[in-house]
């Protein structure tokens, strides 16, 4: 085997890069990360050991089957993710990415552009695993890529390829129409809390309705994230549902880590559950289980994340009011402080989006209805 050094310009500036010559017109480039200035002899020296590790490396050891790598990269992933993240990479990876490249049995060496947008088209047009006909979205399309282009990138950094195919591969054009949540109006809101009265799932909706929380952040509310003195509200703990029950100290990004005003009647609510909760603890003693969480059992358990959206399901299919999912109380939310004339930049805040072009990419149609609203008063306003 032979092999040469070549120089290559990049971020980090001009590096030496091994090329070994594989025979049968195949090269291998390796990435010495060795700056191309006063280098160069450091380099000869690493190119001969790589030939010599090489050429005593048998062809079968040298190459790997694409979906075997990717298991081994979520082996690696599991020390350098959350587990709700994990469980995310695992459902991608495991239900649709390997089964699709499995009969293939394609090396990850010989992976291509084409062949990533290959399997890109086919999910977008026939992607489903629930049986129904039709593609995955391309929002969903995009995790995808996602962690095909981390494994990419790991087989990279350790020279098992010489380039990242994921970079250069293009999805499908994005025919999704943009997300329109459904909403209740002030006076729906009102009938749903009528609906509820006399049982903890009022104050639940109640306070989801206020805050536009997410059902992480509610059933992640602890005591100690209340302020009776200062009278705020703040959200850092959550509990999230994926393939298993995850509570942790952290929220969805940076801007869902906040604090809200303690509103009147929010505080009467929580401080009635903290009054029904002691008497629970006192009544039950050492059987009662002190979770530190607000909305519990008698006992102190807590609920299962999926219980709020099971029982608001259930009550709201025997209603006359319309039948839109858990979430959509924090679109409601979003749709009244529009309609109060809240600023976009307002409504992000309180809801906690990472930046407000979510705001404006899921509530436009509705921030357009209050302007017209608001821009009749100007229909007079100049001389004709």
Not at 11 to 16: I, L, R, T, Y
Not at 326 to 348: C, F, N, P, Q
Request: aromatic content about 10%; overall charge positive.
């Amino acid at each position: 085997m032979t092999g040469s050094l070549q120089v290559k310009s990049g971020k980090k500036g001009d590096m030496f890069y091994a090329v070994l010559h594989l025979g049968k017109g195949k090269y291998k480039w390796i990435n010495l990360k060795l700056p191309a200035k006063n280098n160069k002899k450091l380099a000869q020296q690493r190119l001969q050991e790589l030939i010599i590790e090489y050429e005593n490396k048998p062809d079968e050891q040298q190459l790997i089957l694409f979906t075997d790598y990717i298991k081994k990269w979520l082996k690696y992933a599991e020390n350098q993710v959350d587990i709700i993240t994990l469980e995310g990479y695992n459902q991608y990876a495991t239900k649709h990415i390997i089964p699709y490249f499995e009969p293939k049995k394609l090396n990850i060496q010989d992976i291509t552009v084409k062949h990533l947008e290959d399997y890109y088209a086919y999910k977008s047009k026939d992607g489903r695993l629930d049986g129904k006909k039709g593609g995955l979205s391309y929002r969903t399309i995009k995790l995808h890529s996602i962690v095909i282009n981390l494994v990419l990138k790991y087989a990279l950094y350790h020279d098992v390829i010489d380039a990242n195919p994921a970079e250069r591969a293009k999805l499908p054009k994005n025919n999704d129409n943009s997300f329109k949540g459904n909403f209740y109006t002030v006076e729906q809101c009102n009938e749903i809390l009528k609906l509820f009265r006399g049982v903890i799932m009022q104050d639940m909706i109640h306070i989801t309705l206020l805050y536009g929380l997410r059902r992480s952040e509610l059933m992640g509310l602890k005591w100690d994230a209340i302020d009776f003195e200062n009278d705020t509200l703040t959200i850092k703990h959550t509990v999230v549902l994926n393939e298993t029950v995850v509570a942790k100290d952290k929220t969805k990004n940076k801007a869902s880590n906040r604090v809200y005003p303690l509103l009147p009647i929010v505080k009467e609510i929580l401080l009635r559950i903290k009054k029904k909760q002691e008497e629970y603890k006192n009544l039950l003693g050492d059987c009662y289980n002190d979770t530190g969480y607000i909305f519990t059992r008698e006992d102190g358990r807590t609920f299962h994340p999926s219980y709020v959206s099971h029982m608001f399901r259930k009550k709201m299919d025997k209603s006359d009011l319309p039948r839109y999912r858990w979430h959509d109380l924090r679109h409601s939310t979003a749709s009244i402080l529009l309609a109060k004339g809240w600023s976009m930049k307002d409504v992000s805040e309180w809801l906690g989006h990472s930046n407000i072009n979510i705001t404006m990419d899921t509530y436009t149609h509705v921030d357009i209805n209050r302007k017209r609203e608001l821009s009749s008063s100007l229909e007079n306003l100049l001389e004709k």
